[in-house]
Nanobody
Framework: QVQLMESGGGLVQPGGSVRLSCAASGSMFSLYAMGWYRQTPGKQRELVAGISRGGTTVYADSVKGRFTISRDNAKNTVYLQMNSLKPEDTAVYYC??????????????WGQGTQVTVSS
């Protein structure tokens, strides 16, 4: 089973920036689209950004213009650059792959996620 390890989160001031990393095990990383998701108490996990095998990206309306997703297939790693952070961005961030018809997370078990807290 593919293992996913998120890192890079922490406490950041409003307006600040953070870069998250997701390292994936396995030999077929480049064959999957990848996405970043986030979850807060009382809400279901939601897609923040996704990137296809060919580099096409999609973003939630709430983060357009502020977040950038990218991937390095040679390193089996997906990144999420988060700029102009707002308190509303506070959440646990997860990554996962996609091979089905929707952005729901298809790699089985989710990783631990990484906490991002935006506060002054």
């Amino acid at each position: 089973q593919v293992q996913l390890m998120e890192s890079g989160g922490g406490l950041v001031q409003p307006g600040g920036s953070v870069r998250l990393s997701c390292a994936a095990s396995g030999s077929m990383f480049s064959l999957y689209a990848m996405g970043w998701y986030r979850q807060t108490p009382g809400k279901q996990r939601e897609l923040v950004a996704g990137i296809s095998r060919g580099g096409t990206t999609v973003y939630a309306d709430s983060v357009k213009g502020r977040f950038t997703i990218s991937r390095d297939n040679a390193k089996n790693t997906v990144y999420l650059q988060m700029n102009s952070l707002k308190p509303e961005d506070t959440a646990v961030y997860y990554c996962n792959g996609r091979y089905g018809s929707s952005w729901s997370g298809d790699f089985g078990n989710w990783g631990q996620g990484t906490q991002v807290t935006v506060s002054s």
